[in-house]
């Protein structure tokens, strides 16, 4: 395996604390992976019956019974191992430890002899395997499956279901490929291909290298793969009524390499990125990389909300066209995380800090917001307005829902954000040769071999971080967040002048507990939209840092459109903005924003009667806190 | 019959004349009426198939082959008829009549000996008469050939439709009801109520009126019957997945006398309605007409869109909840006509201008928006904003067309725009024993015995008309149009100082040939929603009289939402209005306004820069007449 210039470090090397992370972590651990694994298993009584357990106990002989769920419900599982395996490697459980060796040994015992394992297709369809690529997750449940392996065996040094996605991977890499009569296919959801990446970087085998990149090769050749499958004998339908016309919906409309725009499917599109960076960086190939460049700039510069949430139309859960950015959108919990996975990927490669920053803003606020402050309930999708008393009544509208669920028949997002936090320290540094990044400033601390850092802040809530490092002589690159530029840096005491580069700071020295003190600018900012977002003209959101801010009814009243900051066209933005009070919610950094409230006297519902104003002082919040205390209408675009 | 107090007058006893409603007469006479014939003929190449007439000559005996189109396909025949019967009335043209006769001699011959006639039942499902009011739509076609079968004997005296009406009418009168095992249902699609009461007041007969009422009085009963009705034997599907959960859907939730709020399919409530208020003013029902009243309102202040459109939702095309009035709504055509046939039968029971004010709002806004200039091209949904690029992509928004449609599946819009307009004599006059109203300002006359009015207008596109009335004494009621206050009147040059009462000018006198001079408000106006309707926040719609405006990018820019009034919260709204230039559509009354336009450096997606503005005169041209340059981005509300 070629050295990658930058990396992540290991999980087990990185401390994630401080009172913000660590109650997410705590939650995590203690709330939602248990109440996760009750899911998996049935017996939370109010949530959408799972079945998963279940399917792979009928699979391996220990159940009777009928497979339930979704086709890719095994990746439920996957996803949850892979969230065990990072909190064990940062917090050992030998209860919880137990239960995961027990539930990999269910997924051992629904293999089959030749490494193929998919309880769908094992108890449901056993003669429609590999048939119907497009919609049978087949390949998609199994990078699942090596995601959760090689994470755990990271993790606990165990093998066992490492060995159980090496037979399937060895399996998987006879039956596909462009020789010996073997399927000339790829799958319909992306997936398996980044984790490919994963399984050849923790076991040497160039052969998943070059899987994954026959995978990302083969896709969108022509003639379509999807669309002669659909007409070959054994081709059964999954989804009735869907066919291979779409073919953007699972970017199967030109070679990946080829692709300029994002399109379709939001999770399938940023997975794929993910793997598209990956081969890059690993084949060094400036075709791929160039396209991993359109696609992050079309995505990031184009197509995502300023909340780092990506896939507009709920149709199809997609990316639409330029600027197509209405605040009814679907914004998948999914797809954001799949954001952080693509941004990290090409700070690697660029080593770059502007993709950190994108990386942060889907975490501080689509991601965070998919989970309630208490754990156990989640999002789907995460729209940037939501009225509870009009929004059933609209198909496009629909989908956004006022309150958090208890689960998902569709169970993708829950484990997705589990994954995620329990992986945080995988984002939150990266080390080279040359130095150690810090990406996020979270609390606690990071090691690479003798190097260390020790992290102490409260930021993005907070203004300063401290810093102490050791270990020798290193770079140390210090990412100079776009939303909350660094306006000081000291060491021991003594103001550094540095100038920023490819979004970082860097520090060269030899470190011996040195401390460096950071000042950060989190004062708050109005933000505009490019004025192809039409739905937002007239209108700004509130950031203070990464951080972005929405109204909700309770903290104000119906009607939020009737708030408006008044700062006039010419105006500086920010002017206006007030002090920061705390405590609304469990560790809300609240914002009070005077602004004039548009007042109509009752009458008719057309009049040419203009709206009196009065003085009002309007409470904001966090976006990612919003519905956390009962379905209310909440807006993130103020008007101004 | 009872007499009633106020009724329209005769068609033929009416001529529309004038510019403005010659041309659309003569393109509904000349282009529409030929041009549906062929499409319900299948001959038109590039419309989608209808079927009907093909269906027809099956039922008779005349063709073979399947049934095709919708379970209510006939009743765009007999909507064509209907409207044809109108323009007969007022343009007799022998080789229409004939082409009319033969047609109706093909639905003679469809209808069974005992009356029954629809040719989905007869060629197609046999066995499922009346075994699916819900969805069977039997009644419905029933009634549109009721209608049809009344207008056509009213403009050509000829009987053979009504015969075939009243064999039909007594045979359903045979099978429903609440005695003697009849079947106690109602349709799912109200229609038969009003038309019952037309055939009523043609024939006298009695048994339609009580026919009509207790399909009025039996809806809504518990057990509900359409529940009921699906778990009965021999009921079959006919729009899979739908059942009577939806019980607002069909206004089958409570009785119509107890209803208060408008629900459902807005076509299905406003039939309802009209039907409600024939009942309420001849059986002198007051439970009846509280209920009306209560509903009129309701629609009309609180679910009313400002061009007269209502069904907010595309979901089921329905009204939904106050004040949810999205611009991307629904809108059908055919609900704004039901809503005229509401007004006028509200107008007669009360002697109300108001109600006239809302038929007019309705008919130049919605209705004409209906139709494309050329006559060929027809609108479904009406939205108030439409973005071509982005629309497709969202569910909510795929609906509004960008540009009109030569045909639709579902062709009920068509036809109901043709009958309005070639019926607009039964709305522009009423009459009563003390004198004549005037309802709507258009060129032309009317007739009532040896009353009669000769109009010379361009209202509402300018400020005057001229009204010569003759034929005695009595009292003429001018209507005093809210978006068009009557500002002076003078008869026979002198001036008239009255005060209006109840929404009219009441002139007494013995009329010999005398002049009256009308003078309106037609100044334009800015126009602001109930604070309720959010999206409407910090915008306004621009009014002249009753004709609302609209900007389109083919006149302006795109982005549309980047135009400013700017006139500021306390400045008056119109006082920046500037003068009308003539002729940018053939007919079209464009506008031109100061606003400002704010413009974006090009940069990043988001930005904390403001935008620049600089002067701009926006074009805003009628509503009624967008989308007829091409599918180009338009908006109704403006930013102010």
């Given at each position: 395996?070629k050295?990658p210039k930058i990396a992540?470090?290991?999980?087990?090397?990185?401390?994630?604390?401080?009172?913000?992370?660590?109650?997410?972590?705590?939650?995590?651990?203690?709330?939602?992976?248990?109440?996760?694994?009750?899911?998996?298993?049935?017996?939370?009584?109010?949530?959408?019956?799972?079945?998963?357990?279940?399917?792979?106990?009928?699979?391996?002989?220990?159940?009777?019974?009928?497979?339930?769920?979704?086709?890719?419900?095994?990746?439920?599982?996957?996803?949850?191992?892979?969230?065990?395996?990072?909190?064990?490697?940062?917090?050992?459980?030998?209860?919880?430890?137990?239960?995961?060796?027990?539930?990999?040994?269910?997924?051992?015992?629904?293999?089959?002899?030749?490494?193929?394992?998919?309880?769908?297709?094992?108890?449901?369809?056993?003669?429609?395997?590999?048939?119907?690529?497009?919609?049978?997750?087949?390949?998609?449940?199994?990078?699942?499956?090596?995601?959760?392996?090689?994470?755990?065996?990271?993790?606990?040094?165990?093998?066992?279901?490492?060995?159980?996605?090496?037979?399937?991977?060895?399996?998987?890499?006879?039956?596909?490929?462009?020789?010996?009569?073997?399927?000339?296919?790829?799958?319909?959801?992306q997936?398996?291909e980044l984790?490919?990446h994963?399984?050849?970087?923790?076991?040497?085998?160039?052969?998943?290298?070059?899987?994954a990149a026959?995978?990302i090769n083969?896709r969108g050749?022509?003639?379509?793969?999807?669309?002669?499958?659909?007409?070959?004998?054994?081709?059964?339908?999954?989804?009735?009524?869907?066919?291979?016309?779409?073919?953007?919906?699972?970017q199967?409309h030109k070679p990946p390499v080829e692709q300029d725009a994002a399109t379709g499917?939001a999770?399938r599109a940023v997975y794929m990125y993910s793997a598209m960076a990956d081969l890059a960086a690993e084949l060094d190939d400036p075709a791929l990389l160039a396209a991993c460049d359109r696609l992050y700039d079309n995505v990031v510069n184009k197509q995502m909300?300023?909340?780092g949430?990506i896939?507009?139309?709920?149709?199809?859960?997609?990316f639409?066209?330029d600027y197509?950015?209405?605040?009814?959108?679907?914004?998948?919990?999914?797809a954001?995380?799949g954001l952080m996975m693509f941004c990290r990927r090409m700070n690697a490669l660029h080593g770059g800090g502007q993709y950190a920053d994108v990386m942060?803003l889907a975490?501080?606020?689509?991601?965070?917001?998919?989970?309630?402050?208490?754990?156990?309930?989640?999002?789907?999708?995460?729209?940037?307005?939501?009225?509870?008393?009009?929004?059933?009544?609209?198909?496009?509208?629909?989908?956004?829902?006022?309150?958090?669920?208890?689960?998902?028949?569709?169970?993708?997002?829950?484990?997705?954000?589990?994954?995620?936090?329990?992986?945080?320290?995988?984002?939150?540094?990266a080390?080279?040769?040359?130095?150690?990044y810090?990406n996020?400033?979270?609390?606690?601390?990071?090691?690479?071999?003798?190097?260390?850092?020790?992290?102490?802040?409260?930021?993005?809530?907070?203004?300063?971080?401290?810093?102490?490092?050791?270990?020798?002589?290193?770079?140390?690159?210090?990412r100079?967040?776009q939303?909350?530029?660094?306006?000081?840096?000291?060491?021991?005491?003594?103001?550094?002048?540095?100038?920023?580069e490819n979004g970082y700071?860097?520090?060269?020295?030899?470190?011996?507990?040195?401390?460096?003190?950071?000042?950060?600018?989190?004062?708050?900012?109005?933000?505009?939209?490019?004025?192809?977002?039409?739905?937002?003209?007239?209108?700004?959101?509130?950031?203070?840092?990464?951080?972005?801010?929405?109204?909700?009814?309770?903290?104000?009243?119906?009607?939020?459109?009737?708030?408006?900051?008044?700062?006039?066209?010419?105006?500086?933005?920010?002017?206006?903005?007030?002090?920061?009070?705390?405590?609304?919610?469990?560790?809300?950094?609240?914002?009070?924003?005077?602004?004039?409230?548009?007042?109509?006297?009752?009458?008719?519902?057309?009049?040419?009667?203009?709206?009196?104003?009065?003085?009002?002082?309007?409470?904001?919040?966090?976006?990612?806190?919003?519905?956390?205390?009962?379905?209310?209408?909440?807006?993130?675009?103020?008007?101004?």
């Amino acid at each position: 395996m070629k050295k990658p210039k930058i990396a992540p470090l290991l999980l087990k090397d990185v401390v994630i604390g401080g009172t913000f992370w660590s109650r997410y972590s705590e939650l995590i651990r203690t709330k939602m992976i248990p109440y996760q694994w009750d899911v998996l298993n049935d017996r939370i009584e109010d949530a959408p019956r799972s079945g998963c357990i279940r399917n792979f106990e009928i699979a391996a002989g220990k159940a009777q019974g009928e497979f339930y769920g979704m086709v890719f419900q095994d990746s439920d599982l996957y996803k949850w191992l892979e969230c065990v395996a990072y909190s064990l490697a940062t917090h050992p459980d030998a209860k919880l430890e137990a239960i995961a060796d027990a539930a990999i040994a269910l997924v051992g015992a629904a293999q089959d002899d030749n490494g193929y394992v998919n309880t769908y297709y094992t108890v449901k369809a056993p003669e429609g395997r590999w048939k119907n690529l497009q919609h049978g997750h087949e390949l998609y449940c199994a990078g699942h499956l090596f995601e959760a392996a090689t994470a755990y065996y990271d993790a606990t040094g165990k093998r066992t279901l490492l060995d159980i996605a090496i037979r399937f991977a060895d399996h998987i890499d006879q039956v596909f490929g462009l020789t010996d009569g073997r399927i000339d296919g790829y799958c319909g959801h992306q997936e398996v291909e980044l984790a490919l990446h994963k399984l050849y970087a923790v076991t040497g085998e160039r052969r998943y290298l070059l899987l994954a990149a026959y995978f990302i090769n083969q896709r969108g050749q022509e003639p379509n793969y999807f669309e002669l499958e659909q007409e070959r004998p054994g081709y059964v339908e999954i989804f009735p009524g869907l066919t291979a016309a779409d073919k953007t919906y699972n970017q199967s409309h030109k070679p990946p390499v080829e692709q300029d725009a994002a399109t379709g499917h939001a999770v399938r599109a940023v997975y794929m990125y993910s793997a598209m960076a990956d081969l890059a960086a690993e084949l060094d190939d400036p075709a791929l990389l160039a396209a991993c460049d359109r696609l992050y700039d079309n995505v990031v510069n184009k197509q995502m909300y300023v909340t780092g949430a990506i896939g507009s139309s709920s149709w199809g859960e997609r990316f639409t066209v330029d600027y197509d950015l209405p605040n009814n959108l679907y914004g998948e919990t999914c797809a954001s995380v799949g954001l952080m996975m693509f941004c990290r990927r090409m700070n690697a490669l660029h080593g770059g800090g502007q993709y950190a920053d994108v990386m942060e803003l889907a975490l501080y606020n689509t991601v965070l917001a998919g989970m309630s402050l208490a754990g156990t309930e989640f999002y789907y999708v995460n729209p940037l307005e939501v009225d509870p008393k009009t929004g059933p009544f609209h198909p496009s509208y629909r989908h956004a829902k006022p309150e958090r669920q208890k689960w998902f028949a569709c169970a993708c997002c829950p484990a997705n954000l589990g994954r995620t936090i329990t992986g945080l320290g995988l984002y939150a540094y990266a080390g080279s040769d040359e130095g150690l990044y810090v990406n996020l400033y979270i609390e606690g601390s990071a090691k690479q071999g003798e190097r260390r850092l020790d992290v102490t802040t409260m930021y993005p809530f907070e203004d300063s971080a401290v810093i102490k490092a050791s270990g020798g002589a290193y770079k140390l690159y210090l990412r100079n967040p776009q939303d909350a530029p660094i306006v000081s840096l000291a060491i021991n005491g003594q103001n550094v002048p540095v100038a920023a580069e490819n979004g970082y700071y860097v520090l060269e020295r030899d470190w011996h507990d040195d401390e460096i003190a950071v000042k950060f600018d989190i004062s708050v900012k109005a933000v505009h939209s490019a004025p192809e977002v039409q739905g937002n003209a007239g209108k700004v959101a509130i950031k203070r840092g990464p951080i972005v801010y929405c109204m909700e009814e309770v903290d104000n009243s119906p009607l939020l459109n009737s708030y408006v900051l008044g700062m006039g066209s010419n105006a500086p933005d920010s002017a206006q903005l007030a002090e920061i009070p705390k405590g609304l919610l469990p560790e809300t950094y609240a914002l009070k924003l005077p602004v004039y409230k548009e007042e109509y006297a009752e009458g008719a519902l057309y009049r040419t009667e203009k709206p009196s104003v009065k003085a009002y002082m309007l409470t904001m919040i966090p976006y990612f806190q919003w519905a956390n205390r009962g379905a209310n209408e909440m807006r993130v675009w103020v008007r101004r």
